[in-house]
């Protein structure tokens, strides 16, 4: 069973920054995609960024230069670097492990953001 822990949110101001880290309970060397999703409440989840093995890596536009995804496969975790943060990147950010189809989610950590 895989499990997928996320932690590192909290309360910022705008302007500062944040790591969120998905500790994984399997091997992430092998496996084809993860990602960062965000959801408020009453809206769909969305893609923050995704990171596959393969090295490619994309971005939504309204995250674009601001926040950086990244693996540390010897830890099996995956990172996301949250800089210049706005107060609408409030949400709760979930950790998505992609393994050619079968999706596994992170409980969440909320991210809020004081203007």
């Known amino acids: 069973q895989v499990q997928l822990v996320d932690s590192g949110g909290g309360l910022v101001q705008a302007g500062g920054s944040l790591r969120l880290s998905c500790a994984a309970s399997v091997s992430i060397f092998s496996i084809n995609a993860m990602g960062w999703y965000r959801q408020a409440p009453g809206k769909q989840r969305e893609l923050v960024a995704r990171n596959t093995k393969g090295g490619s890596t994309n971005y939504a536009d309204s995250v674009k230069g601001r926040f950086t995804i990244s693996r540390d496969k010897d830890k099996n975790t995956v990172y996301l670097q949250m800089n210049s943060l706005k107060p609408e990147d409030k949400d709760i950010y979930y950790c998505?492990?992609?393994?050619?189809?079968?999706?596994?989610w992170g409980q969440g950590t909320q991210v809020t953001v004081s203007s």
């Open positions: 998505n492990l992609d393994n050619h189809g079968l999706h596994y």
